[in-house]
């Protein structure tokens, strides 16, 4: 199908999501905040790009090529914001909403989201992973709670897959897991959307993405997989891009999506990943 031609009924697959059903692929938000893992020139790029109007034309080309939901962290000057300009153009999204861990409190940060209409929250990944190595893993579950309590889907974020495998031998109050196909938490990192420093120094091994896909499978849980392209280092080319789609979906759960970033200043890359995943999954 012609990228520039995406029909909005033409809705991709979809998977349940509580009481919603969401696409198999999701826009991820990271694009939007300027923050690339690739490079701090692609970072001012995309935060050059993306003014409040071109983030509302953005959102409206999702919908155009049957993409249903985003994926955006939850903090109140930006996404919050554009979501409201996108709705007041008659536009509607799902919302999963990543926990912005440089708010003073995180609990009301959490309320406010859902009070927002995000369908689903999860915990941020990095902030989980800081829990997992500082040996308190465990502060994750009042934050989880009160996710609970707000009537949203529960998520818990992480690159480390040891961290999911120790939820569910726990037994966790969780109904999703956001699972990084990376592990960007092997040393002390901290997000660039909380530090305000670009990412730097980080490393996409080949035996990551097996590993990480070994336990998206072992849990019955609904897992939404990211990076699946390593930041932007795996779609040199078209061919890499719907390889990188293949691979993923081959390698999750039929009830599982991928989420991915896009930057669409210099390309379509909405329409074309539209058609690559409705290639991929007949």
């Not at 993306?50 to 109140?76: K, M, P, S, W």
């Not at 990076?227 to 789609?245: E, L, N, P, S, Y």
């Not at 991928?258 to 690559?276: E, P, S, T």
Request: glycine fraction near 10%; hydrophobic fraction near 40%; proline fraction near 4%.
């Amino acid at each position: 199908m012609d990228a520039a031609r995406c029909a909005r009924s033409e809705r991709l697959p979809t998977i349940a999501f509580g009481p919603a059903r969401v696409t198999r692929l999701i826009s991820g938000g990271n694009p939007l905040c300027g923050n690339s893992h690739f490079s701090p020139e692609m970072d001012a790029d995309m935060r050059g790009h993306f003014c409040a109007e071109a983030v509302v034309r953005y959102l409206h080309r999702l919908a155009e090529c049957g993409i249903n939901t985003i994926q955006a962290r939850g903090d109140y000057h930006r996404v919050l914001y554009w979501l409201e300009l996108f709705k007041r153009e008659g536009g509607m999204l799902h919302w999963i909403a990543q926990t912005a861990s440089e708010m003073a409190d995180v609990f009301r940060n959490i309320r406010v989201i859902a009070a927002a209409g995000a369908v689903g929250i999860y915990h941020h990944g990095t902030q989980t992973d800081g829990f997992w190595r500082e040996g308190r893993i465990n502060d994750c579950l009042d934050y989880l709670k009160c996710m609970r309590d707000c009537g949203v889907q529960v998520g818990l974020g992480t690159h480390i897959p040891e961290v999911i495998e120790y939820s569910e031998e726990q037994g966790w109050d969780v109904d999703f897991y956001m699972a990084c196909f990376y592990n960007l938490s092997r040393t002390p990192r901290e997000s660039a959307l909380v530090s305000g420093k670009a990412s730097s120094g980080e490393v996409y091994p080949d035996e990551d993405p097996p590993r990480m896909c070994e336990t998206i499978r072992a849990t019955g849980k609904t897992c939404l997989a990211f990076k699946i392209m390593a930041a932007g280092r795996h779609c040199a080319t078209q061919d890499d891009v719907r390889a990188a789609f293949g691979y993923a979906f081959a390698n999750i759960k039929p009830h599982d999506a991928v989420v991915v970033g896009m930057f669409d200043k210099y390309l379509d890359q909405i329409g074309l990943n539209a058609g690559h995943v409705r290639e991929v999954l007949g």
